[in-house]
């Protein structure tokens, strides 16, 4: 049997910094190079040869740093149990006495003692099978002439359930080991023939295979059952004990292995299930992760792309502004000796203003593309129209 540890990758690369190996192969259930490699495919360093050595000589060797600590996903060891535990089979299975069934309802379960008064005068439906009331007690579902049996064998079975402390509930159900399994008894029906009476040879007339008349009447056979049959995990278990050649008196034993047997199938299932629960959480953690660690590396991205796009456009920007003053060198060299005030001065002020406003390197002068232009709404739209 195995059970799963969860740590991290932190605290895993602490673990193999802190112990050695030979120690760790003891506790986790893996050996030297099955630790390697769980630590290899996590990109966790492992501490190289002789590392142990010289700190057991009281010497501080150099420690290789985790590398993307960022990165602290979730890692599941799976840890063969080193000791023997008892199977779920072998906590839960009584062994008992066979099981005796009173002869009188004298000193019986407090629940026999409330179905009985409760049955006593109920009705029956058309298969005479008493109808139970809507908050039953007790899951019994037999005729008036079988209730009295009914009650007795629920009492032992009650009373046997309470003496192995397990906890009863109305229903009924039976809780063991935190399995809750309902359960009841039933009365099966069998089909009874009946003859019509004499024709009245005056009236319709019907052959006889058609006149008998057919009609489900209870036959006295009770039946326990367990009711979880619809489960799937629950397939190979038995659900039902019937009156045959034992009657449902002698089985009774069988029907408690039943429960337990159930009970343990039932606890396994929930565990598995944890399991399952479990581990779908880790890899939710592990994708919520993985999922950070893209989202973070596509921002670093997105920021170094939008720095180089704009190294770039500096650039850009700075290579225009040097082909602008080339171009003014030469409209001055074309021009000769420029008088102060000139339009060609003004002019030449100004492009040098503009190869500066480009020019990243350069403090930018101001422009009138500096100014803000206000929206100016339409006068025609808000004149009134008399």
């Known amino acids: 049997m195995q059970t799963a540890i969860h740590m991290t990758r932190l ?19 893996y050996s030297d190079v099955g630790i390697a490699k769980i630590c290899r495919k996590h990109k966790i ?25 960022a990165n602290n996903s979730v890692i599941e060891l799976r840890v063969p149990n080193m000791n023997h535990v008892e199977t779920p089979k072998e906590q839960t299975k009584v062994d008992r006495p066979p099981i005796k069934v009173a002869e009188s309802l004298r000193s019986c379960h407090s629940f026999i003692t409330l179905v009985n008064q409760e049955l006593q005068g109920a009705e029956t439906n058309d298969n005479g099978i008493l109808v139970l009331p809507k908050e039953r007690v007790l899951d019994v579902r037999v005729s008036k002439g079988s209730l009295r049996r009914a009650l007795l064998l629920f009492d032992a079975i009650l009373k046997t359930c309470e003496a192995s402390s397990y906890t ?25 023939q009946e003859q019509p009476k004499e024709h009245d040879l005056d009236g319709h007339y019907d052959f006889g295979y058609n006149r008998i008349n057919r009609k489900q009447v209870p036959s006295g056979r009770l ?39 159930l009970a343990v199938r039932m606890r396994a299932h929930l565990e598995e299930e944890q399991r399952k629960a479990e581990q779908r959480r880790v890899e939710e ?27 770039r456009q500096q650039a850009r920007c700075w290579k225009e502004a040097d082909d602008l003053r080339r171009f003014i060198d030469a409209v001055k060299r074309m021009h000769g000796a420029i008088e102060p005030g000139s339009e060609i001065a003004q ?20 422009s009138t593309f500096d100014e803000k232009i206000e929206e100016v709404k339409n006068e025609q739209s808000n004149r009134r129209p008399w």
């Open 11 to 29: 605290e895993l690369y602490n673990l193999v910094w802190s112990t050695p190996t030979s120690q760790l192969s003891k506790t986790l259930g």
């Open 45 to 69: 360093p492992c501490p190289p040869r002789g590392y142990w050595a010289k700190k057991q000589a009281g010497q501080t060797p150099w420690q290789i740093p985790l590398p993307d600590p």
């Open 168 to 192: 009863v509930d109305r229903g009924p159900t039976v809780t063991i080991q935190d399995a809750k399994i309902p359960f009841g008894i039933v009365e099966r029906l069998e089909t009874k």
């Open 223 to 261: 039946e326990l059952f367990i009711d979880q049959s619809g489960m799937y995990w629950a397939h190979g278990c038995r659900f039902t004990w019937r009156d045959g050649k034992k009657p449902l008196e002698q089985r009774l034993n069988s029907f408690m292995d039943g429960l337990e047997d």
């Open 285 to 311: 953690l592990r994708r919520q992760e993985e999922a950070r660690q893209r989202a973070e590396k596509r921002a670093k991205y997105d920021a170094e792309r939008a720095r180089v796009e704009q190294l």
């Open 347 to 366: 002019w030449l002020d100004w492009a040098t203003q503009q190869a500066d406003r480009l020019d990243p390197l350069r403090p930018s002068p101001p």
